[in-house]
């Protein structure tokens, strides 16, 4: 599955006026008012009576890495079924009855959370609630639609990761990576464990972790806060309390030495993705890694395109990604080399442009370039009630504040470049990290051999 961006992220658009001259983003300037049901949800609101529309997040607290061995896919094939009809309402009906009032939804899964999400008319709100309410209380999970919703999700593996050789590259670097973390397991799941899930490990799944405990609602829009807790108390607080499952804690050991893995297909060009062991989201030095990140990826005038894509004529495109986790994750590299160029002299040549980095840093230039593309990028994500709800909703989970997105611009601001320069030290040295190769093959066809060892 492919990963999300370093923040969450929504459709770029103009930013209101309030924001842009300078509104000071504070909790007072966010009034979110917290509650919680007797039966464990967690429920934020945040009235905006801008436009008469609601959008409506419902986080849960299950991901990839909630999964056991040999049970791969199942919070991914969850997002599926969640969408296959209750007990109230059959199946096709959430969609249709959302529609016909004018709104729309979707969800995604990731390694630690999934999402349901909404965005509708504010006259919809007793609806909306009744639907989602009815879906954590009898979602319908017969054979018929399991067997169905499999086999949508077997596709679509296929499609995105088995029939895409940087799918499979991803995938390679996971599962190098992460020896004992469950990080190492695809989003989507092992095509095998997908074959052979049985409905009863459904339903045990479904009873531990989507339960109201184990749940967060956020509602941004028109609304007023004591009818909308009235409406949520009426459409929710019937739904049994069930314990929060725990989470247990997965302790990766250190990597003795550089990991690398290849994969041969029968490609064109090759490629180079490389993992380099990054913090968790409420580190401070994940701010940090954000700006290296922008400073030497984003965008035509960053160093790493300059030099290895326009000058030298290494690579045909670089991209990085650090996608920030609650638990420590990976600051990836992603290289698709030019043809002809190996997989070694392009890695020499990024380790040329990080040595020179970790030896003399940043220039004041792409310092400031890198935070003020950050600092525009956390505006927009609340600019709007859809990414309010994703974005608060989403450092709520991360990093256990909400407030922490609000804090965001001024952070990226105040990073220093010895700061920077100390954090790119600690973390993109060749010590520790995961290599994964992609070498073109006049062998296969469509069929690849992985290796594991190191460089």
């Known amino acids: 599955m492919p990963r999300s961006n370093p923040l969450p992220t929504t459709p770029r658009s103009p930013l209101p006026k309030r924001l842009a001259s300078g509104l000071r983003l504070s909790r007072e300037a966010f009034p979110v008012e917290e509650s919680a049901l007797e039966n ?71 390694h630690e959370m999934t999402v349901f999400h909404e965005l509708f008319p504010s006259r919809g709100l007793e609806r909306v609630l009744e639907l989602e309410a009815d879906r954590m209380a009898s979602l319908l999970l017969t054979e018929e639609a399991l067997a169905r919703e499999r086999q949508v999700v077997m596709e679509e593996r296929r499609l995105v990761v088995e029939n895409e050789p ?3 590259l991803d995938e390679e670097l996971f599962a190098t990576a992460f020896r004992r973390h469950p990080f190492r397991n695809p989003i989507i799941g092992w095509m095998e464990d997908l074959r052979r899930l049985s409905r009863a490990e459904c339903l045990d799944f479904f009873e531990r972790h989507y339960a109201p405990a184990n749940a967060a609602l956020w509602l941004v829009g028109d609304f007023e806060s004591s009818t909308a807790r009235l409406l949520v108390e009426r459409c929710f607080g019937a739904l049994p309390a069930r314990p929060a499952p725990g989470r247990i804690s ?58 290895l894509v326009y000058r030298r004529r290494l690579v045909q495109s670089l991209t990085i990604d650090f996608t920030w986790r609650a638990e420590p994750g990976l600051f990836i590299v992603l290289m698709e080399l030019s043809h002809g160029v190996s997989a070694e002299r392009a890695l020499r040549a990024l380790d040329e442009q990080l040595d020179e980095l970790l030896a003399k840093g940043l220039r004041e230039e792409e310092r400031a370039r890198a935070a003020g593309q950050l600092r525009a990028a956390s505006l927009r994500e609340l600019a709007t009630n859809d990414g309010r709800a994703n974005t608060l909703g989403t450092y709520q989970l991360l990093c256990g504040d909400w407030a922490r997105a609000l804090e965001l611009p001024r952070l990226y601001a105040e990073v220093n470049r010895a700061s920077l320069r100390e954090v790119a030290r600690r973390y993109l040295s060749p010590e520790g990290r995961t290599v994964a190769i992609l070498e073109p093959s006049a062998e296969g066809r469509g069929e690849g051999r992985a290796s594991h060892g190191r460089l």
């Not at 609601?54 to 599926?80: K, N, Y």
């Not at 993705?273 to 400073?295: E, F, H, K, N, T």
């Open 166 to 168: 940087l799918g499979l």
């Open 250 to 307: 997965f302790q990766e050991p250190p990597a003795q030495g550089q990991r690398e893995a290849r994969l041969r297909l029968p490609v064109q060009c090759g490629a180079v993705m490389i993992g380099y062991r990054a913090p968790p989201a409420d580190s401070p030095d994940a701010v940090a890694l954000d700006l290296l990140q922008l400073a030497l990826a984003g965008g035509e005038g960053s160093r790493l395109i300059k030099e």
């Open 40 to 110: 464990g949800l967690a429920l934020y609101l945040l009235p905006n009576a801008a436009v008469p529309a609601i959008s409506l997040h419902l986080f849960f607290r299950v991901g990839s890495r909630d999964e056991s061995p040999g049970a791969t896919g199942l919070a991914h094939l969850f997002e599926h079924m969640y969408f296959n009809g209750s007990a109230r309402f059959g199946p096709g009906e959430f969609d249709r009855r959302l529609e016909s009032m004018g709104g729309h939804s979707n969800a995604y899964t990731s």
